[in-house]
């Protein structure tokens, strides 16, 4: 009996077009847009300025405070200017257009493909150097890494949970990485078991990759204190509670953090990128990106430099399609619906999706039914239904007596429906009402 | 015998309700003090919250307590009201100016091309939460009317041909509402004027004047004309756009003749005798001419204006 | 092609699930006990189903159209399922007009004052069938003879009539049908109720397409074997077997087809195990202390009411929650 999370869940098409697809490498296009805005947190601070010439990996924006990251150049060029840029966010933000030149590397970065397994930094070296590099959860969160890393005085982690879920439909992103980086990700899981100081690291794998879990069962094999744990199939694993609940079946309580069950989660991208920013010292300014739909001709998973804008990889894959109805960034789930094919890809882009026309355009929404499909399917155990009825009629009190800031927004609740509702979007707008609510509160 | 045990009984019973009844009244009475009542009687009734407290009971209570009324005012009662309350509580009405919700977005279907399709619910806050919106402007009115949801006076309505909320004045009652509920800050509460008079910067675009006239013909480009043609510094340019400080505008109109995009409205004047365009509306009527031409998006700002002032001239003549 | 991209939030797939499939899953659950109704009442069933139906989709339309002033929604199969629930809890001898009454009565007063699909209190059918009930206890109380030989019998309002089960056991009777005919449904009753084998299958083919949760309707059932099956213990001349309980009247229809109505049955599991035991324990008070012999009906009407109530206060079990 495979394990998984006990509350609720769904099971959506999987339609993971581009799985079995090798990593293929883009060329930096022409222009880079880098926003400076591509983690949870303060905005970064920019250190360059209009014609500053800068290489693969130059630092271009400071941290803008504790929960904030670096921003490093993915080419060599110079920066055309600094400016308002629409991102993956729907709204203008300040980021960095850099006129690419050539492809010129910082020296400190090494660029060879051999494994380097030794590591001899303390824990707070390392956590240091992934600060400097600007990784960030890499899942779609885009929490910085370095914060995780630190838990708050009297909290203690006795397991590291490395998140290969990767439970949205259509995107194989990580599972790609593995099937191609799987030592130097078993590396980086090491490297991060030092630095948070555990000496127990499990890898959840959900059941519909078993070329992955077999891959890296085998390679694990030769690491001490990293698992690999099949789960079964079942969205939204990836959620980071609903992954330690399978995991450990330890529930992390309402309003708490990870570190209260003593467990640390950290995306299988991010723990790649940690290998290169320890081991290679190069900091995070290219990832793997899913490029697919249904209508796309070849749906890929490239490597991709960020700030690259999303239609070059789309061309890479075989055109935008005739009836292109929605490009989202990321998964079908969770992902956003972008307004323009121009949006550059950041750190937390793990895919482009397009949906045709048909695919698009949502269904008239009908009374509820009080069907409790939602109820049934909710993965925190919440009642979807009364939290739109409490957010429509603005009843903020029993909005959070019920609980409306533990939502995950995940979206079964929506996708599950009979009704068409609108659920999340509701909801969405409750829980941040509420979250204010509190804050005002607490201050 | 059996019908004279039943009313025996139950009147019995009835008189130890009674009693009951009247024990726990004075028992458990709740002092309250009774000029609260009496203010409350004279408040509309509307619980709307224009005044700031919670409902018409929160106010008498707050009105009672208060050793002035200098700060109080229902918005939707106005000065009668007020009037009222100082003579229950025999204090001094405060006078206020009467105010009116204003909508600060002209970018009306014609003058805001569409860059993509929402389909999401018909909702200010959950699209703004979204994206910046389905035009080339994050800044300016959505037009899914949360604001006509949060009016309890029926006194804002979105206009179906320009895609805007239009405040209907007479009922307006200036709770704010409407101000409150638009996650855009679009609507702003507004001296009412002498005679409904009223001038205003009718755009909220902070783009740089380029971008903003690209995304909207009739947004405020942030020129900074306005600002130097008003003789009482009224006016304020701040992050590309104007604001014009209703306290100190005295109604003179010069700014409305220099502005290139007819973004600075003027409401309710007697139409001109000379020069400019007359009335704000026919303002918002030329700017879909001046991009039928095709005018090539001016890159600086100083050819944006004779541009636009041409234009104009055109219609007029 | 820029111009015409959607944007709207997440999420940007849906199941596919909607209100009119559910329904329309119910109605084929249904056809298992509406084969064996037209094998043992033959054309009265039919006569008697098809006038439900109609009236109710007909009532619902010019309901919709004409005093709600909206579009009609007839299409999503609810108001065909009242109508066939509503048949299935008369008599298949019942006079064509009774029918119109009490399809008046499910789709006008049952659901379409509050507000229609969705908005409803009580389970519409079951308000059909108690008004009419009430009103025409004779014609609602008379059954059709049944006879295993017969198949598809051209008998309607002219059929020979007889009595039922639990109106036997009410009287004191003796003699009853085996177990084998209870569970075939050689028996008489309204038409929808007498198979429990039937009822089972639908039962069966709902929870495959995952249409509702088996709490509901176990929970009924148990609730009631366990509460007569105790009074049987404790006096079995007076008290009939619970076997005859389960399977007779209308408990197996009424515990899987309409205490199961999504809209008027709570939303937690929790909730829906104490809803179900409210209505198996008044079922069984009913029956065997009450006037009338048939208690389901009053049961899950007086339940339905407690469901605003259960769902204000049964909530779900919440993530991290002990």
Not at chain 1, 9 to 29: D, R
Not at chain 2, 101 to 126: E, F, L
Not at chain 2, 272 to 290: C, F, I, L, M, N
């Given at each position: 009996?495979?394990?998984?999370?006990?509350?609720?869940?769904?099971?959506?098409?999987?339609?993971?077009l581009?799985?079995?697809?090798?990593?293929?490498?883009l060329?930096a296009p022409k222009q880079v847009i880098i926003p400076?805005s591509q983690?949870?947190?303060?905005?970064?601070?920019?250190?360059?300025?209009?014609?500053?010439?800068?290489?693969?990996?130059?630092?271009?924006?400071?941290?803008?405070?504790?929960?904030?990251?670096?921003?490093?150049?993915?080419?060599?060029?110079?920066?055309n200017k600094?400016d308002n840029a629409l991102d993956a966010s729907g709204y203008k933000r300040p980021a960095v257009f850099i006129d690419v030149?050539?492809?010129?590397?910082?020296?400190?970065?090494?660029?060879?493909?051999?494994?380097?397994?030794?590591?001899?930094?303390?824990?707070?070296?390392?956590?240091?150097?992934?600060?400097?590099?600007?990784?960030?959860?890499?899942?779609?969160?885009?929490?910085?890494?370095?914060?995780?890393?630190?838990?708050?005085?009297?909290?203690?982690?006795?397991?590291?949970?490395?998140?290969?879920?990767?439970?949205?439909?259509y995107l194989?992103?990580?599972?790609?990485?593995?099937?191609?980086?799987?030592?130097?990700?078993?590396?980086?899981?090491?490297?991060?078991?030092?630095?948070?100081?555990?000496?127990?690291?499990?890898?959840?794998?959900?059941?519909?990759?078993?070329?992955?879990?077999?891959?890296?069962?085998?390679?694990?094999?030769?690491?001490?204190?990293?698992?690999?744990?099949?789960?079964?199939?079942?969205?939204?694993?990836?959620?980071?509670?609903?992954?330690?609940?399978?995991?450990?079946?330890?529930?992390?309580?309402?309003?708490?953090?990870?570190?209260?069950?003593?467990?640390?989660?950290?995306?299988?991208?991010?723990?790649?990128?940690?290998?290169?920013?320890?081991?290679?010292?190069?900091?995070?300014?290219?990832?793997?990106v899913t490029v697919t739909g249904k209508a796309v001709a070849n749906p890929s998973?490239f490597?991709v430099r960020i700030g690259t804008p999303i239609n070059v990889l789309i061309e890479a894959a075989g055109g935008i399609p005739e009836n292109t109805g929605k490009i989202i960034g990321g998964g079908p789930?969770m992902g956003k619906a972008l307004i323009s094919p121009e949006v550059p890809v950041g750190?937390g882009s793990s895919g482009v999706l397009l949906l045709t026309k048909e695919e698009s355009v949502r269904?008239?929404?009908?009374?509820?039914?009080?069907?409790?499909?939602?109820?049934?399917?909710?993965?925190?155990?919440?009642?979807?239904?009364?939290?739109?009825?409490?957010?429509?009629?603005?009843?903020?009190?029993?909005?959070?007596?019920?609980?409306?800031?533990?939502?995950?927004?995940?979206?079964?609740?929506?996708?599950?429906?009979?009704?068409?509702?609108?659920?999340?979007d509701?909801?969405?707008?409750?829980?941040?009402?509420?979250?204010?609510?509190?804050?005002?509160?607490?201050? | 015998?059996?019908?004279?045990?039943?009313?025996?009984?139950?009147?019995?019973?009835?008189?130890?309700?009674?009693?009951?009844?009247?024990?726990?009244?004075?028992?458990?009475?709740?002092?309250?003090?009774?000029?609260?009542?009496?203010?409350?009687?004279?408040?509309?009734?509307?619980?709307?919250?224009?005044?700031?407290?919670?409902?018409?009971?929160?106010?008498?209570?707050?009105?009672?307590?208060?050793?002035?009324?200098?700060?109080?005012?229902?918005?939707?009662?106005?000065?009668?009201?007020?009037?009222?309350?100082?003579?229950?509580?025999?204090?001094?009405?405060?006078?206020?100016?009467?105010?009116?919700?204003?909508?600060?977005c002209?970018g009306t279907c014609q003058a805001r091309p569409k860059t993509n399709k929402y389909d999401g619910v018909k909702?200010c806050?959950i699209a703004s939460a979204l994206y910046g919106g389905e035009t080339g402007c994050t800044f300016g009115c959505l037009g899914y009317?949360?604001?006509?949801?949060?009016?309890?006076?029926?006194?804002?309505?979105?206009?179906?041909?320009t895609g805007?909320?239009?405040?209907?004045?007479?009922?307006?009652?200036?709770?704010?509402?409407?101000?409150?509920?638009?996650?855009k800050?679009?609507?702003?509460?507004?001296?009412?004027?002498?005679?409904?008079?009223?001038?205003?910067?009718?755009?909220?675009n902070k783009d740089k004047g380029a971008v903003a006239r690209k995304a909207c013909a009739n947004a405020?480009i942030?020129?900074?004309?306005?600002?130097?043609?008003?003789?009482?510094?009224?006016?304020?340019?701040?992050?590309?756009?104007?604001?014009?400080?209703?306290?100190?505008?005295?109604?003179?109109?010069?700014?409305?003749?220099?502005?290139?995009?007819?973004?600075?409205?003027?409401?309710?004047?007697?139409?001109?005798?000379?020069?400019?365009?007359?009335?704000?509306?026919?303002?918002?009527?030329?700017q879909p001419?001046a991009s039928a031409t095709k005018a090539p998006v001016a890159e600086?700002?100083?050819?944006?204006?004779?541009?636009?002032?041409?234009?104009?001239?055109?219609?007029?003549? | 092609m820029e111009n015409s991209l959607y944007v709207s939030p997440s999420p940007h797939i849906?199941?596919?699930?909607?209100?009119?499939?559910?329904?329309?899953?119910?109605?084929?659950?249904?056809?298992?006990?509406?084969?064996?109704?037209?094998?043992?009442?033959?054309?009265?069933?039919?006569?008697?189903?098809?006038?439900?139906?109609?009236?109710?989709?007909?009532?619902?339309?010019?309901?919709?159209?004409?005093?709600?002033?909206?579009?009609?929604?007839?299409?999503?199969?609810?108001?065909?399922?009242?109508?066939?629930?509503?048949?299935?809890?008369?008599?298949?001898?019942?006079?064509?007009?009774?029918?119109?009454?009490?399809?008046?009565?499910?789709?006008?007063?049952?659901?379409?004052?509050?507000?229609?699909?969705?908005?409803?209190?009580?389970?519409?059918?079951?308000?059909?069938?108690?008004?009419?009930?009430?009103?025409?206890?004779?014609?609602?109380?008379?059954?059709?003879?049944?006879?295993?030989?017969?198949?598809?019998?051209?008998?309607?309002?002219?059929?020979?009539?007889?009595?039922?089960?639990?109106?036997?056991?009410?009287?004191?009777?003796?003699?009853?049908?085996?177990?084998?005919?209870?569970?075939?449904?050689?028996?008489?009753?309204?038409?929808?109720?007498?198979?429990?084998?039937?009822?089972?299958?639908?039962?069966?083919?709902?929870?495959?397409?995952?249409?509702?949760?088996?709490?509901?309707?176990?929970?009924?059932?148990?609730?009631?074997?366990?509460?007569?099956?105790?009074?049987?213990?404790?006096?079995?001349?007076?008290?009939?077997?619970?076997?005859?309980?389960?399977?007779?009247?209308?408990?197996?229809?009424?515990?899987?087809?309409?205490?199961?109505?999504?809209?008027?049955?709570?939303?937690?599991?929790?909730?829906?195990?104490?809803?179900?035991?409210?209505?198996?324990?008044?079922?069984?008070?009913?029956?065997?202390?009450?006037?009338?012999?048939?208690?389901?009906?009053?049961?899950?009407?007086?339940?339905?009411?407690?469901?605003?109530?259960?769902?204000?206060?049964?909530?779900?079990?919440?993530?991290?929650?002990?």
């Amino acid at each position: 009996m495979l394990r998984t999370f006990r509350i609720g869940g769904i099971h959506p098409p999987e339609n993971k077009l581009s799985a079995g697809k090798k990593i293929t490498a883009l060329a930096a296009p022409k222009q880079v847009i880098i926003p400076l805005s591509q983690h949870i947190g303060a905005p970064a601070q920019a250190v360059v300025k209009k014609g500053d010439l800068v290489k693969v990996g130059t630092l271009l924006a400071k941290a803008g405070g504790f929960v904030s990251a670096n921003i490093h150049s993915s080419v060599s060029g110079k920066v055309n200017k600094i400016d308002n840029a629409l991102d993956a966010s729907g709204y203008k933000r300040p980021a960095v257009f850099i006129d690419v030149e050539g492809d010129d590397w910082e020296e400190s970065i090494d660029r060879s493909e051999t494994l380097v397994k030794e590591c001899t930094l303390s824990s707070k070296e390392i956590i240091d150097k992934i600060a400097a590099a600007g990784i960030v959860g890499m899942g779609g969160a885009t929490f910085p890494t370095q914060v995780k890393l630190l838990p708050p005085p009297g909290n203690k982690a006795d397991i590291l949970i490395i998140n290969a879920v990767e439970c949205e439909p259509y995107l194989t992103a990580d599972h790609s990485l593995m099937m191609e980086k799987g030592e130097e990700i078993l590396v980086g899981v090491s490297i991060l078991m030092k630095a948070a100081n555990v000496n127990k690291a499990v890898i959840g794998i959900e059941n519909n990759k078993p070329d992955a879990i077999a891959h890296m069962t085998k390679l694990a094999a030769s690491y001490q204190g990293i698992e690999v744990m099949p789960l079964k199939v079942k969205y939204p694993q990836g959620g980071e509670k609903q992954l330690i609940d399978a995991v450990t079946s330890r529930q992390v309580k309402s309003g708490a953090l990870p570190i209260s069950v003593g467990a640390i989660v950290q995306n299988v991208g991010t723990v790649f990128a940690v290998y290169q920013a320890v081991q290679k010292n190069k900091p995070l300014f290219e990832r793997v990106v899913t490029v697919t739909g249904k209508a796309v001709a070849n749906p890929s998973n490239f490597l991709v430099r960020i700030g690259t804008p999303i239609n070059v990889l789309i061309e890479a894959a075989g055109g935008i399609p005739e009836n292109t109805g929605k490009i989202i960034g990321g998964g079908p789930m969770m992902g956003k619906a972008l307004i323009s094919p121009e949006v550059p890809v950041g750190k937390g882009s793990s895919g482009v999706l397009l949906l045709t026309k048909e695919e698009s355009v949502r269904k008239p929404m009908h009374d509820c039914i009080r069907c409790a499909k939602c109820v049934n399917v909710c993965p925190m155990g919440l009642n979807p239904a009364f939290l739109m009825r409490s957010t429509v009629y603005k009843n903020w009190e029993m909005a959070e007596a019920d609980h409306i800031q533990d939502c995950i927004e995940c979206g079964s609740c929506s996708f599950t429906c009979p009704a068409n509702r609108p659920l999340l979007d509701q909801i969405r707008v409750g829980k941040s009402k509420v979250m204010g609510i509190i804050r005002s509160r607490k201050s | 015998m059996m019908i004279l045990i039943a009313i025996i009984s139950l009147g019995v019973i009835g008189i130890i309700g009674a009693l009951l009844l009247y024990w726990a009244s004075k028992k458990f009475e709740v002092h309250e003090d009774p000029r609260i009542g009496q203010v409350q009687s004279v408040l509309p009734g509307a619980n709307c919250g224009g005044c700031g407290y919670p409902g018409c009971a929160g106010f008498a209570g707050a009105c009672v307590k208060a050793d002035s009324l200098e700060g109080m005012l229902c918005p939707v009662g106005g000065a009668p009201v007020m009037a009222k309350i100082a003579t229950i509580l025999g204090k001094e009405a405060a006078a206020a100016e009467p105010k009116v919700a204003v909508v600060r977005c002209n970018g009306t279907c014609q003058a805001r091309p569409k860059t993509n399709k929402y389909d999401g619910v018909k909702s200010c806050a959950i699209a703004s939460a979204l994206y910046g919106g389905e035009t080339g402007c994050t800044f300016g009115c959505l037009g899914y009317g949360d604001c006509v949801k949060a009016c309890n006076f029926d006194a804002i309505h979105i206009n179906p041909e320009t895609g805007l909320p239009e405040v209907d004045e007479d009922k307006c009652t200036a709770c704010g509402a409407c101000a409150k509920a638009c996650p855009k800050n679009v609507i702003e509460l507004r001296k009412k004027g002498p005679k409904s008079r009223r001038i205003f910067v009718s755009c909220v675009n902070k783009d740089k004047g380029a971008v903003a006239r690209k995304a909207c013909a009739n947004a405020c480009i942030g020129c900074g004309k306005c600002a130097k043609e008003c003789p009482f510094e009224a006016i304020t340019v701040e992050n590309n756009v104007a604001y014009i400080d209703y306290t100190k505008c005295r109604m003179c109109r010069k700014c409305v003749a220099v502005c290139p995009t007819g973004a600075i409205h003027e409401l309710n004047f007697p139409p001109r005798k000379e020069a400019a365009p007359a009335a704000p509306k026919s303002a918002a009527d030329v700017q879909p001419v001046a991009s039928a031409t095709k005018a090539p998006v001016a890159e600086t700002k100083n050819e944006v204006v004779p541009q636009a002032t041409e234009v104009k001239e055109e219609t007029k003549k | 092609m820029e111009n015409s991209l959607y944007v709207s939030p997440s999420p940007h797939i849906h199941s596919g699930d909607s209100i009119s499939k559910n329904m329309y899953g119910v109605l084929i659950a249904l056809i298992p006990a509406f084969l064996v109704s037209l094998y043992y009442f033959g054309l009265g069933a039919l006569i008697v189903t098809l006038i439900s139906v109609v009236s109710c989709v007909l009532f619902e339309y010019l309901i919709q159209k004409f005093l709600m002033k909206k579009e009609p929604t007839i299409c999503d199969g609810s108001a065909i399922l009242t109508g066939v629930l509503l048949a299935f809890n008369l008599p298949s001898n019942l006079p064509f007009w009774i029918i119109m009454i009490g399809a008046l009565a499910a789709i006008g007063i049952g659901k379409m004052t509050f507000g229609g699909l969705g908005n409803n209190i009580f389970n519409p059918a079951l308000v059909g069938r108690v008004f009419l009930l009430i009103s025409f206890p004779a014609q609602m109380t008379t059954w059709p003879l049944v006879d295993a030989t017969s198949a598809f019998p051209l008998t309607y309002t002219d059929a020979q009539t007889g009595a039922t089960v639990l109106s036997l056991l009410n009287e004191g009777v003796a003699e009853l049908p085996s177990h084998m005919d209870l569970l075939a449904g050689c028996r008489g009753g309204s038409l929808g109720e007498v198979s429990a084998i039937a009822l089972l299958l639908g039962f069966a083919y709902m929870l495959w397409k995952k249409i509702i949760t088996w709490h509901v309707p176990v929970t009924i059932i148990v609730t009631v074997f366990a509460f007569t099956g105790i009074m049987h213990l404790v006096n079995p001349a007076e008290y009939a077997s619970p076997f005859i309980h389960v399977l007779s009247g209308g408990l197996m229809l009424g515990a899987i087809f309409m205490a199961t109505d999504y809209v008027t049955s709570p939303m937690t599991k929790k909730g829906q195990i104490l809803y179900a035991v409210g209505i198996g324990l008044l079922t069984a008070i009913i029956r065997l202390f009450g006037s009338y012999p048939e208690g389901m009906s009053f049961a899950i009407l007086i339940m339905n009411a407690l469901t605003p109530l259960i769902n204000a206060y049964v909530k779900p079990k919440h993530f991290g929650e002990k």
